[in-house]
């Protein structure tokens, strides 16, 4: 279950980007009373106005400058490559004092950036909620997305201590297990186990729709899909605009990793070309035993 605490963690909390992540944040900070007020900013007035009815926000401003003054709380969750140009526009308004976090997939170098983007005086603290749908906007946002689920914290030698005890007490209330991370790690870790698998599901969709176009018959291959397909590509169905910006982000560490899937495909071809049905059998046993470590 998640968490509470008795007063206001924050007096006000602006959230730049009310989609699903932002949305369900807001929907935690004002359901606990974590915070007095929430403040959104986003590029489409319907969303916005939509998060005010769902709760998730009290109020927005297209100035995002006139919110983050007044706030001792700002979370990033737009896409990751809008956070620079993001804390040009108002880094330096931010008050002393104040903590700037995110809720991204990607930290690394970015987290060292940001934390140069702003006023000595302000603390930047990277989060990543291990948490979502493939489902995107606010109209999807729950209060309960992030219980029971990881939350990564990405401190550095830079850190405020009591910044980060706050937003670990913020995601501690959401229900998440926190734990801490070097933000390079993270990237390295998270690419492998989120990152990579996304990659997959989208290439396997594409692979598909080219066997299409060799399928006799004019027989549509998705007409005969089972619940295999639906399992293994219901990533695919993630935000295209947050998944090119996580994978150009995590590029370098990614571009090994499809190196290394693709020497296993390799693997398993020429255990195919060769009628190696011992080989066969172990590789998929393996990857069995695997697949039932998983939790």
Known sequence: MAGSLSENLFQQVTIIGVGLLGGSLGLVLKEQGLAKTVVGIGRRQTNLELAVQLGAIDR??????????DSDFIVLAAPVDTYISHLQRWGQKVPSGAIVSDVGSVKGQLVFDMEAALPTTASFIGAHPIAGKEKSGVAH???????????IVTPTPQTNADALTKVRDLWEAAGSKVLSMDPMVHDWVLGAVSHLPHIAAFSLMHSLQDLQEKTPDALSLLDFSGGGLRDTTRIAASSPEMWRDICLANRENLVNMIDQYITRLQGFKQLLNDQDASGLAKNIEQAKSLREGLT
Not at 60 to 69: G, R
Not at 141 to 151: D, E, N
């Open 60 to 69: 927005f401003t297209s100035e995002a400058h006139e919110a983050v003054c």
């Open 141 to 151: 946002a729950t209060s309960k997305l992030f219980v029971g689920a990881r939350c």
